[in-house]
Structure formats: C-alpha cells, structure tokens
C-alpha cells in the first residue's frame, strides 16, 4: 500500500524567500505524481504533474522534481509571495483508474 | 484545464436526515470518479470509486449504506450521507481524470462542507 508523506508539516518564510516542500512515497510504481495547493475551506488546484517518465516540471515560479527510483519529489516556489499561503498536497497515481494517494500536507505561510 | 463541478459547496443538515452531494463533469466524460473525505487538518482519504453504470467500490471501513453513490450517467456521480451524524460532519471532494489514460491528471470539485447538528 502506498504510503506518501510530507515534510514539513509546517513552514513560515518571510515574503521573498524560496520555499523547498518534500514529498516521499514508498511505492515506486506510479503513473504519475501531482502538487496540488489547497486554500483553506476549499477544493484543490491543481499546480503540476510529473509523468513517472519525467524528472521535472515548471510552471512560471513552480518547479518539482521527480526521482522515482528513491521515492521522493520536491516542490520549489521562488520568491514567494503573501498569495502563496496555502496548504500544498502531493499525491500518487498508482493504477490506471485515477485514484490518488495523498500526503497529509505542508501548511505554508509567507509574511509579508 | 478540465472542469469538475461540485454542489453544493456548503450543507447544513439536522441529525437523522440525509444530503447528496453532485459532482459533474463539465467538459470531458467520465467513466469513473472518485469520493475523498477530509477531516480538519488531514489529508484527503479516499471512500470510494463511482463507476458509471455499475456500482461503486468502497475503501475499507468506509460503510456503503451510510454513503450511497450513484452514478447514473457519464458526467454526474451523487454521494449520498444517509441518516447523518455528527461524525459525519467533514469535508468531501470528488475528482475525474479525462479519458486519456492512466498519465492524465487529475482535477477535484470545489468539495463540500457537510456540518451535522
């Protein structure tokens, strides 16, 4: 069963700073992996995906990497802004129906 | 991006009384979806996959009379809380994956505050 798991639970950077989010999964056979932010009481967006294929992705100040075979990917923000304040989930695809396995979260907040 | 439509995004019930939940597809037909709950400050559990056409398949421990789903066309799937309770107060998303494939991505409704009093 797969397992994901984030750290840190929690991160506070002043406004400016680059903002580092781990995600670590046991089971290395994945479709693909998806960083997703969550503002509070509401859905998810979806902020990129990394095909199993793949060792990065971007998107504008977005970047996240993939190494598959140690079971871990990264989520980088840079120059992090006030908006950015948001809880960050990664999750797993491991079946070709589409379910997703989920870390618990990293709660970010940037001061301004 | 695909659209994956929720309603309602907010639901008040008495205890006894039961709340469905739709989650649609806007844009792109989809065979299967997928129920998540959510507790305060947790992550995202799955409880079950609605399959169009057929019945759902529930995680375990996750009762399948309490949670009705129903999915009666290729773009509508409901999630029904039965007789609700307090502890099922929580926050539920669903989420689609356009037909592409096992590498297409995944997009969640706006989800639904259920609260029980």
């Known amino acids: 069963k797969q397992e994901v798991t984030q750290i840190p639970a929690a991160l506070s950077v002043p406004e400016g700073e680059n903002l580092v989010l781990n995600c670590s999964f046991t089971d290395s056979a994945i479709y693909n992996l998806q960083w997703f932010r969550q503002d509070p009481g509401k859905g998810l967006t979806s902020l990129l995906l990394i095909q199993s294929s793949q060792r990065e992705q971007t998107s504008g100040r977005l970047n996240a990497s993939l190494d598959k075979s140690s079971g871990r990917s990264t989520l980088y923000i840079a120059a992090s802004q006030p908006g950015d304040s948001a809880t960050y989930l990664c999750?797993?695809?491991?079946?070709?129906?589409?379910?997703?396995?989920f870390g618990a979260g990293t709660q970010v907040v940037v001061t301004p | 991006g695909a659209v994956v439509s929720q309603h309602p995004s907010w639901v008040i019930c008495k205890s006894g009384t039961s709340v469905k939940i739709e989650c649609r597809s806007l844009?792109?037909?989809?065979?299967?979806m997928f129920w998540y709950r959510q507790f305060p400050k947790q992550s995202l559990m799955l409880m079950a996959t609605s399959n169009e056409g057929s019945k759902a398949t529930y995680e375990q421990g996750v009762e399948k009379d309490k949670f009705l789903i129903n999915h009666a066309s290729l773009t509508l799937s409901t999630l029904t809380v039965t007789s609700a309770h307090p502890e099922d107060s929580s926050f539920y998303i669903c989420?689609?994956?356009?037909?592409?494939?096992?590498?297409?991505?995944?997009?969640f409704g706006q989800g639904t505050r259920l609260t029980v009093v």
């Open positions: 999750a797993t695809r491991t079946d070709s129906w589409g379910k997703l396995q």
């Open positions: 844009d792109f037909q989809a065979t299967t």
């Open positions: 989420s689609a994956s356009p037909p592409q494939g096992a590498t297409t991505e995944a997009f």
